[in-house]
Structures are given as structure tokens and as C-alpha cells.
T-cell receptor, first 115, second 114 residues
Framework: GAGVSQSPRYKVAKRGQDVALRCDPISGHVSLFWYQQALGQGPEFLTYFQNEAQLDKSGLPSDRFFAERPEGSVSTLKIQRTQQEDSAVYLC?????????????FGSGTRLTVV | GENVEQHPSTLSVQEGDSAVIKCTYSDSASNYFPWYKQELGKGPQLIIDIRSNVGEKKDQRIAVTLNKTAKHFSLHITETQPEDSAVYFCAAPDRGSTLGRLYFGRGTQLTVWP
């Protein structure tokens, strides 16, 4: 597609529910990133995929967070047993290649509200 | 990891004036510095970036300058227009990483008054 597509745009979850957030990167982009953006803050790194391989998951805040990209294109970020502190915008970004020095293209994000 | 500080957190200017946003970083090995613009309800959009082998880069009304010795870089917007109103983020790469992870500043809310 022309850009990075994320769905849903908005998600309200009751505390304790599981949620799944989807990212469709730009076709052919090798690198895929997930970031979490709290209100009034800059994006914070969660995890990184190079094709289907998850090469860095050091930013995932707890073992309730899980991400996958099984075929090297679409990615899903899953949050189990959601807590109020999980409320944030979850941004997906993709990049044509790997390494530093290449700008990302971000999606519009999924705003998660845990009540 | 990298520590990126961004100032000011808010900036208001009159249409036609210039705006400057500054960032500092901690890792002298960092070599790539992008700036992103985020409008309400949208994801950040890359507007300009600079690599460590140059000191300045311009693209129409926006420019970025880099001082590697002092470890700071700045975004300059000239002839500001109301549509420049948004949150701007600077970023720097993860220390020693070849994977492209970025550390972002906390953002600057720019408001351009007509």
C-alpha cells in the first residue's frame, strides 16, 4: 500500500482483557518497528523486526506484551491482561532497509484506552 | 541507551517569524539525526534528517544544523505558516545499534498564530 496502515484506530478495553493491534507496513519494507507513545511524550521503542525475525524486543515493558510478524509483512502486537498503564498510542513504522540512517514511515497509530 | 533532550516544550510564534527547536544527545558515536512532525491524530512524519558528515542541511523553509563537538542539533523553520503548527520531535539512534532503533525527544508543541 501507499503507507503504513494500522487497525483498529481506536480500541477501548476493560482491564484484564486481551487486545491485538495490527500493522500493515509498506510493501517490500524489510524493517518494522513498534513504538508506544504516552500522552504528551515522544515515541518509545518496543520491538523491531527484520523480515520475520524479531531481532530486538528489549523495549517490551512486560511479558504481557508479545509481537509477531510471521510472514515478514503484517505484524501484530498483542497485549494480554491489559492494565490502565497500557493506555497509550501504539505506533508502527516501517523502513525499506536495515540499519541507521534511514527514515521511518509511521502509521497513524492505534489509541488504546484501558478502563 | 542514548539520552535525547529537547527544548523548548512549547513555542508560540507569529506567522512569518522563525522558529528554532534544539536537541542534545549523549552518545558521540551517533551519526544520524531525524526530525519528525506530528499533527493531531496522526503518526509522526519525517520532515528532514542530517548525517554526521555535514553541518547543515536545508529543504525549502526548514533547515537542520548539527554541532558534533557540542552534541546538539537544531531545527530551524523560517517564514512560519499556520499549517506548521504541530508537535515536532527530534531523535537519535541507539548507541552501537545497526538496527535503526531511535530515541526520541519529548517533543515541542509549535503554535503559529495568523
Amino acid at each position: 500500500g501507499a503507507g503504513v496502515s494500522q487497525s483498529p484506530r481506536y480500541k477501548v478495553a476493560k482491564r484484564g482483557q486481551d487486545v491485538a493491534l495490527r500493522c500493515d507496513p509498506i510493501s517490500g519494507h524489510v524493517s518494522l518497528f513498534w513504538y508506544q507513545q504516552a500522552l504528551g511524550q515522544g515515541p518509545e521503542f518496543l520491538t523491531y523486526f527484520q523480515n520475520e525475525a524479531q531481532l530486538d524486543k528489549s523495549g517490551l515493558p512486560s511479558d504481557r506484551f508479545f509481537a509477531e510478524r510471521p510472514e515478514g509483512s503484517v505484524s501484530t502486537l498483542k497485549i494480554q491482561r491489559t492494565q490502565q498503564e497500557d493506555s497509550a498510542v501504539y505506533l508502527c513504522a516501517s523502513s525499506l532497509t536495515t540499519g541507521q540512517g534511514y527514515g521511518y514511515t509511521f502509521g497513524s497509530g492505534t489509541r488504546l484506552t484501558v478502563v | 541507551g542514548e539520552n535525547v533532550e529537547q527544548h523548548p516544550s512549547t513555542l508560540s510564534v507569529q506567522e512569518g517569524d522563525s522558529a528554532v527547536i534544539k536537541c542534545t544527545y549523549s552518545d558521540s558515536a551517533s551519526n544520524y539525526f531525524p526530525w519528525y512532525k506530528q499533527e493531531l491524530g496522526k503518526g509522526p512524519q519525517l520532515i528532514i534528517d542530517i548525517r554526521s558528515n555535514v553541518g547543515e542541511k536545508k529543504d525549502q523553509r526548514i533547515a537542520v544544523t548539527l554541532n558534533k563537538t557540542a552534541k546538539h542539533f537544531s531545527l530551524h523553520i523560517t517564514e512560519t505558516q499556520p499549517e506548521d503548527s504541530a508537535v515536532y520531535f527530534c531523535a537519535a539512534p541507539d548507541r552501537g545499534s545497526t538496527l535503526g532503533r531511535l530515541y526520541f525527544g519529548r517533543g515541542t508543541q509549535l503554535t503559529v498564530w495568523p
